[in-house]
């Protein structure tokens, strides 16, 4: 009997020490983000208008996948059709010079990555590297020449959910973009990418997005 009692008694010890570690080494759901998947575009894509020489065409979106409650993952959708240099600054006289033109349009699209890491709260900064298959088309319409360029972009933001969910939301950013490869750039265009640098300092931007 007192064999049957300490064995038990054992059990009982065991079942409950493995069973409290079993509980403890579950994954807490706390942390789990609440949606998984997004998809969302910038303003740009919802601004085509204007005057037909200065619309850039631009459209662009993003599925993003929420690996933890901080690290972000995507694939980014991106196309525009250019009538100017891209290395044109925002505070530059030049940027809307018809002097400093394209003789045509540049149409460039592709697919790329994007990689955001949380910070603290909404703050962020995320990485997107996109190449790009560029056409070059003269100003009677006609295609001239195709090229290829490796477009990056480094981004500062802020996460902001919106409604009671937050299961929509908008990220306000500004971004530094670079590209350091452009290849087989047409001769006609070339003159006037040759004038400017091979980046674009401090774009300001808004995405919005969904989670599902």
């Not at 056409?135 to 802020?158: C, P, R």
Request: proline share 5%; charged share 25%.
């Amino acid at each position: 009997m007192k064999n049957l009692c300490l064995v038990l008694f054992l059990s009982f010890g065991l079942q409950t020490a493995f069973g409290q570690d079993a509980l403890d080494l579950k994954p807490s759901n706390q942390n789990k983000p609440k949606y998984k998947y997004s998809l969302y575009t910038t303003w740009l894509t919802l601004s085509n208008f204007g005057k037909p020489e200065t619309n850039t065409h631009h459209y662009e979106i993003r599925f993003g996948y929420q690996l933890t409650p901080k690290d972000h993952i995507g694939i980014k959708f991106a196309t525009w059709k250019l009538f100017a240099p891209l290395g044109i600054d925002l505070w530059d006289s030049a940027l809307l010079d018809r002097d400093y033109f394209y003789p045509g349009r540049l149409r460039e699209t592709g697919f790329g990555i994007t990689y955001q890491r949380r910070f603290w709260k909404g703050l962020f900064a995320t990485l997107e590297v996109l190449p790009l298959a560029t056409k070059y088309i003269d100003e009677s319409g006609k295609k001239v020449g195709k090229g290829f360029k490796l477009y990056n972009s480094y981004h500062v933001g802020y996460h902001i959910p919106l409604f009671k969910k937050g299961r929509f939301f908008i990220e306000p950013q500004l971004h530094v973009n670079h590209w350091p490869i452009n290849h087989n750039v047409h001769e006609d265009f070339k003159a006037e990418e040759d004038r400017w640098d091979n980046y674009f300092l401090i774009e300001p931007n808004i995405y919005f997005g969904i989670k599902f």
